[in-house]
């Protein structure tokens, strides 16, 4: 079956960099979009990053353009979120999410069937 699994979550001052990390496994990696959504305590899970893994076409959200890059490695089934520039409001619980097929936009994340457990990061 599929799973994901997040890595690279931390803590790091305002105006820094983290690179959050997706491993895939459980089926052919290529042909899916993978995405990664955050959360903070009572709101909404949101969009933040997608890549067409075959295509490598790449989404993103308006709060993160020119400062998070999304990014695949099809030889190690793995798709990265390299954040620069963070802000305080960067902090959440990051999750990694894959759907089968094309992303053709930043799709909600009631278009993903499958998810990682999340990994923190905070901002300050």
């Known amino acids: 079956h599929v799973q994901l699994v997040e890595s690279g979550g931390g803590s790091v001052q305002a105006g820094g960099s983290l690179r959050l990390s997706c491993a895939v496994a459980?089926?052919?990696?290529?042909?899916?979009?993978t995405g990664w959504f955050r959360q903070v305590p009572e709101e909404e899970r949101e969009a933040v990053a997608a890549?067409?893994?075959?295509?490598?076409?790449?989404y993103y959200a308006d709060s993160v353009k020119g400062r998070f890059t999304i990014s695949r490695d099809n030889a190690k089934n793995m798709v990265n979120l390299q954040m620069s520039r963070l802000k305080p409001e960067d902090t959440a619980m990051y999750y990694c999410?894959?759907?089968?097929?094309?992303?053709?936009?930043?799709?909600?994340?009631?278009?993903?069937?499958?998810w990682g457990q999340g990994t923190q990061v905070t901002v300050s």
């Open positions: 999410a894959l759907r089968f097929g094309y992303c053709g936009k930043l799709r909600s994340k009631a278009d993903f069937p499958y």
């Open positions: 459980g089926f052919t990696f290529s042909g899916n979009c």
């Open positions: 890549i067409s893994t075959t295509t490598g076409t790449t």
